[in-house]
């Protein structure tokens, strides 16, 4: 009887380092329910990729995030 090895090919998101553990970021909010069903990162408006799983409301707003959001609600978008 031969033995047989089990190679574990998991795809792996490459998720950014940096303040995300610090500051709520504004993602799109169609990303934000996707995530929360499947578990995947997403990107902030900011570009910091992560999986969300802490409460926004106890961080500061990510500095780089608002003024994004607000050039684009400038504009009307």
């Known amino acids: 009887m031969s033995e ?3 190679l574990d090919q998991r ?18 909010k169609t990303d934000m329910t996707r995530s929360a069903v499947t578990g995947n990162p997403v990107r902030a408006l900011c570009g910091k990729k992560w999986v969300p799983n ?12 608002k003024k994004i959001y607000e050039s684009l609600k400038a504009v009307g978008r």
């Open 54 to 65: 802490r409460n926004p409301e106890k961080f500061p707003v990510c500095p780089d995030c």
């Open 11 to 28: 795809s792996e998101s490459r998720l950014d380092e940096g303040d995300h553990e610090r500051f709520a970021h504004y993602v799109n």
């Open 4 to 6: 047989s090895t089990v």
